[in-house]
């Protein structure tokens, strides 16, 4: 096969990224078209034969031309490209900086207009090369992204080494998650680390509303798929916003967390990037509280902040206001800009007190709405928060196991109805409780009951809900999970804790398998060792609360009877 390509049979189609939120367009992806007319078997095969042939660097350069050619007639302010690298570009032996930079200048094109995506097709074996390929390009004011993230041997790695903006969590892992828990629970520890370390994540490969739903309650920031629109070959065909089955504006679920409390935020004006430096001196002589200024574009989304501190030797000197207002002198905002710490006020206090954790030498942090700059906490009303979050959870928590209680409980059993969700409610009852605990003292009941708090919170997943109603009754709510996977999943929980709970007794009792102590009547008889009843009810999007209700008192007496889970559904 020669080692010219016509890359003028290749076309390129674009698929929207769009806001998790709101439906509006934030991006466009790339991807390349018609590769079999030029006798490749997939693009996959394309590359392939691209690095084997050392053209890879030479070909891609032409394709991304074509690209940000095709992309720059987009009537969408403030659209970004997302443009897929081979990893093994960076290894061609022609390869160079500065040739996207001429092409952007061409096109008149931003820096920050493009997001390239590192696809990991072959593993990285130079860790320090990659290191400063990405650190080169993000020093030049590009974004980058880890695509298809969860799939490669080095994702983790190349997270760990890089300082991505983004991550594109892989179809693989979108796809049925909200009836795969483990699917669920990798993709929303995946949202968590990398919000931590202020990184957007978007979903891929959404196709279904069910989908949709679970990347929006994990918070991940924007969604791609075919749920939102297929990849197409006409740009007129892209739109600013997408409201597909209307279900940005149909999802009115209630999410269970915790809120910030907007009277903590403090409204800040911001300034925007494009202001001249004689705008930033005049923005702290008319905000002469203000100690920073927050800087966002044009879709107000923030960018950083500039501290007052930073340009005092200039704004104070003798020619510094004549300076700023000289276009000869290329003073630019964006070098005085530092990094900020950032949530969405959607994400609740918690994560915002856990980001600020992360870099408690920051003054404070900063909120988004819906991707745009909201405003600012400072250090004393994140300390307010953190004082106020914890009383809230020391007046609603089980004081013994520090778990949620009946308020939260019958906020969950609410929630689970008013927002139609498919859920599996258990509730836990200690079999022969009262008579261990009257034979062998509250404290050893207080370990028997910490022992099965212990056990719950080890084997059931944060993403759901675990609360102690009280005494030795215990309730927990599952939401994304399979009746099947749950029911084996509680099972295991009551062999573990009748197993552990044997060590509490005296060895005659273990050697007996029973004990013996007085009734509630005084009649002294043998009671078996500890366990615990578990019933399970699972509600639908056409289940009532009052049919709950009325399930509730037989299922629980039932189960009393069985040693394995009782289960029953209503629909």
């Not at 927050?294 to 107000?300: F, G, Q, R, V």
């Not at 994140?382 to 089980?398: C, D, F, G, V």
């Not at 409780?433 to 034979?439: L, R, V």
């Amino acid at each position: 096969m020669s080692t010219k390509i016509d890359v003028d049979k290749l076309d390129f189609a674009f698929q929207p990224i769009v806001n998790t939120y709101t439906g509006k367009i934030f991006a466009v992806e790339a991807l390349i078209r018609n590769v079999e007319e030029l006798e490749f078997e997939s693009i996959f095969h394309f590359f392939d034969t691209l690095a084997e042939k050392k053209i890879l660097y030479k070909v891609d350069m032409l394709l991304r031309k074509k690209a940000i050619k095709k992309y720059r007639k987009i009537n969408i302010n403030n659209l970004k490209l997302f443009y897929n690298i081979d990893n093994r570009f960076f290894t061609m032996p022609d390869f160079k900086f500065g040739e996207t930079a001429e092409l952007l200048e061409k096109y008149e094109l931003s820096k920050d207009s493009i997001c390239f995506e590192i696809t990991e097709h072959s593993s990285f074996d130079k860790d320090q090369e990659i290191k400063h390929i990405i650190s080169t390009y993000k020093s030049k004011n590009y974004n980058i992204a880890i695509d298809d993230f969860g799939t490669g041997i080095s994702g983790l790695h190349l997270l760990y080494i890089s300082d991505t903006n983004f991550i594109k969590i892989d179809k693989f892992f979108i796809e049925n998650i909200h009836k795969d828990a483990k699917k669920r629970l990798f993709c929303a520890s995946i949202v968590e680390m990398a919000h931590t370390m202020g990184i957007k994540v978007i979903a891929e490969g959404i196709e279904t509303k069910e989908e949709y739903y679970v990347c929006k309650e994990i918070k991940a920031d924007y969604i791609q798929g075919y749920l939102v629109s297929r990849p197409t070959l006409d740009i007129k065909e892209i739109k600013k916003f997408y409201t597909k089955e209307n279900i940005f504006e149909k999802d009115r679920r209630v999410s269970r967390g915790n809120f910030i409390d907007k009277s903590f935020i403090d409204k800040i004006d911001p300034l925007n990037v494009n202001a001249s430096l004689h705008e930033l001196f005049v923005y702290f002589k008319e905000h002469t509280l203000n100690t920073f200024v927050p800087i966002i574009d044009d879709e107000k989304k923030i960018l950083g902040a500039i501290y007052e501190v930073d340009i005092k030797e200039i704004s104070y000197s003798q020619y510094g206001l004549s300076l700023a207002k000289n276009d000869s002198f290329k003073a630019k905002l964006k070098s005085y800009i530092k990094p900020v710490l950032e949530i969405d006020i959607s994400w609740g206090i918690d994560k915002a007190l856990e980001i600020f954790n992360m870099q408690n030498d920051a003054k404070g942090i900063f909120v988004t709405k819906d991707s745009q700059y909201y405003g600012f906490i400072n250090l004393n009303n994140l300390l307010s928060l953190s004082y106020k979050r914890n009383i809230e959870i020391a007046q609603n928590q089980n004081p013994l196991t520090k778990l949620p209680g009946n308020n939260q409980i019958e906020s969950f059993i609410s929630n689970s109805f008013k927002n139609n969700k498919h859920a599996q409610i258990v509730y836990f009852d200690f079999n022969d409780f009262k008579p261990f605990n009257d034979t062998y003292g509250f404290r050893q009941g207080d370990r028997a009951i910490l022992m099965f708090s212990e056990i719950l919170q080890k084997n059931i997943s944060s993403e759901n809900f675990i609360a102690h109603v009280g005494g030795d009754d215990f309730f927990v709510g599952f939401t994304n999970s399979q009746y099947e996977d749950v029911y084996y999943l509680i099972k295991n929980i009551q062999e573990e804790f009748q197993s552990s709970a044997s060590s509490l007794y005296n060895e005659k009792d273990i050697a007996n398998a029973y004990m013996t102590s007085k009734d509630r009547f005084g009649v002294s008889r043998n009671f078996k060792l500890l366990s615990v009843s578990a019933a399970i009810i699972e509600i639908s999007e056409n289940s009532s609360l009052q049919q709950f209700n009325l399930c509730l008192g037989n299922i629980k007496s039932a189960s009393k009877k069985s040693s394995i889970p009782l289960g029953t559904s209503i629909f």
